[in-house]
């Protein structure tokens, strides 16, 4: 006979599924972290759309509102409509994605006719306010993050003057930033902060003034703060987001340090039943874009793995 127990601790951050058969000692655990999936700032971003599609009938969004093929179909099925760039505006509605825009795309489109729904995380905003400030005093802004991320492109467009953006300790930029006789450094939301303090200690070594703000977003801390524990409490963890999804790519890149047997997945397509020999305790996390039905089902498929925990 088989029961499932579900127990919380506030110790281990993460909730504890116990799959239990009996005799009592032949079991799998499967731990799921308790930051897994949507943060606060996808939830108010996706809310904030669907709400904004029951009420107007000519609603799009340039790009996707997260990294997650399920999300995007939930917002494309809400008539939601993903452009390329911004055409006449009459008429229409534009959202700005959790990840926030640049200053010259929100003012085109205004100008262009659209009614602009913000929907940029508040935390996000937060970093555009201490980049813009900063400027105004003087600072030369640095971004640590992913050259190519819309949230990083968002902060650096609120500014007049060019950010510096820097992708790790070992950019060639670093090199550059020596002649900077001030500099202010903000982080993407979603960066790893081991990574950000070792690119941190060249930048101070450097610039000799230097202002440093944390804009690591308190979700992701709480999240790395976990996957820096579970990959090695756990035989094995599962990282659940899509394969575009830069702050699942973080989580799964920690745990994979950790743990040598880390799998990051998008689907329960992709578990592979040969992961689960001799496993007895499964960890699992999943990306600040990755929607609560996704994890229960991946769930609900690693149950039918019980047998091979013995
Ligand atoms: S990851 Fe952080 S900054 Fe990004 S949307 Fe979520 S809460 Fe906001």
């Known amino acids: 006979m088989l029961f499932y127990k579900f127990k919380f601790s506030l110790n281990n951050f993460y909730c504890k599924i116990v799959l239990r058969m009996k005799p009592k000692n032949k079991q799998m655990q499967i731990n799921l972290a308790k930051s897994a999936g949507f943060c606060f700032g996808v939830k108010r971003a996706l809310k904030i759309a669907l709400d904004t599609a029951k009420l107007d009938?000519?609603?799009c969004m340039l790009g996707d509102i997260v990294h997650n093929e399920e999300v995007v179909k939930?917002?494309?099925?809400?008539g939601i409509r993903k452009v390329k760039r911004l055409g006449r505006g009459k008429g229409k509605t534009?959202?700005?994605?959790?990840?926030g825009t640049c200053k010259k795309t929100l003012l085109k489109a205004k100008k262009l006719g659209y009614k602009v729904i913000d929907a940029t995380c508040p935390m996000v905003k937060e970093t555009h306010k201490i980049a813009k400030s900063a400027e105004k005093k003087g600072f030369r802004v640095i971004i640590i993050g992913d050259k190519n991320h819309d949230e990083v492109h968002g902060i650096a467009g609120q500014l007049g003057k060019k950010a510096i953006i820097i992708d790790g300790s070992e950019d060639t930029l670093l090199?550059?930033?020596?002649?900077i006789e001030k500099a202010c450094v903000v982080v993407q939301s979603t960066q790893n902060l081991d990574k950000v303090e070792e690119t941190m200690k060249i930048i101070r070594s450097k610039v000799k003034n230097v202002k440093f703000y944390n804009t690591i977003c308190r979700p992701t801390t709480i999240k790395q703060d976990e996957i820096k524990k579970m990959p090695l409490d756990n035989e094995m963890m599962i990282i659940i987001g899509s394969r575009n999804s830069a702050n699942t790519k973080r989580l799964f890149e920690i745990s994979k340090r950790l743990n040598k047997k880390s799998y990051w997945i998008d689907s329960k397509n992709e578990i592979k039943k040969g992961w689960f020999k001799n496993v007895r305790s499964v960890g699992i996390t999943a990306g600040a874009s990755t929607p609560e039905p996704v994890i229960k089902a991946i769930i609900n498929h690693i149950r039918n793995y019980k047998y091979l925990s013995r």
């Open 94 to 99: 534009l959202i700005i994605r959790a990840h």
């Open 175 to 179: 090199d550059n930033i020596a002649k």
């Open 74 to 78: 939930l917002i494309t099925k809400s």
């Open 57 to 59: 009938k000519s609603v």
